[in-house]
C-alpha cells in the first residue's frame, strides 16, 4: 500500500495514525508530493483529479480519497474497531470525525488566506470566519466531556489530529486558556504513542 504523503497535511496525519493503530503502518509506503492549492502538482492529479492528500492506493491498484475513506478501509482490513458497525456508536464516532474534519477544513481555509493568497487580496473577516468554526467546535467539546472522554476511534483521532494542526500553524490561537476540558484531554491523548508517533521521506 501507498500513500502520497506531505508532513504537514493533518488528513495525511489521521490516516497514518489509524494506520499504526491497527498495525498496518509497515505495509504502507509514503511517497512524496507537492500538494498545494494553486500549484497543482500533476502527479497527484493523474491519480486523484482533485490534486489533494491524502490519495490512497491498495495492494490491488485501487486509488482511495479522502481522509475518511481510506481510514475506514484501514479499519475493514484490519477487522479494527476504530469505527463501530452499527448503532449509535457508529453514528456519534462518525459525526465526531466531520465535527473535526471540519475544524480541519476550516483551519486549512484560515492557513492558505496567508500563505497561498497574495497579501493585497487577503480578507481579514474570512479567515476570522474560519477560525470561529474552530472556535464553537472547541467550546461544543468542551461543554459536553462524554463526546470525547475514556475513548480511542476515529473521531478522537481526528480531533487528536485537529489540535495537532492549531497548535502547528496557529500557536497563537490560544484555545487551551479558553477550553480548559480539551485542553487537558488533549494533554493525555496526545501522548499515545500513535498520536505522538512522526513521519518524513529520511
Known sequence: MKILFSPFSPFVRKCLITGLSLGL???????PCSAHPINRDQDIIVSNPLG???????DEGQVLYDSRVICEYLNDLAHGSLIPATGLARWETLTLQSLADGMLDAAVLARYEDAARPEAFRWAEWKAAQLDKVETSLAALNDDP?????RVDIGTIAVGCALWYLDLR?????????HPYVASWY?????RPEMAATWSLD
Do not use: C, H, M
Not at 503502518?25 to 511517497?31: A, D, G, K, M, Y
Not at 489533494?52 to 491498495?58: A, G, L, N, S, Y
Not at 496557529?170 to 479558553?178: I, K, S, Y
Open 25 to 31: 503502518n509497515e505495509r504502507i509506503t509514503l511517497l
Open 187 to 191: 494533554a493525555g491523548y496526545s501522548q
Open 52 to 58: 489533494k492528500v491524502p490519495t490512497f492506493f491498495t
Open 146 to 150: 462524554q463526546k470525547l472522554a475514556d
Open 170 to 178: 496557529f500557536a497563537d490561537l490560544g484555545w487551551r486558556e479558553r
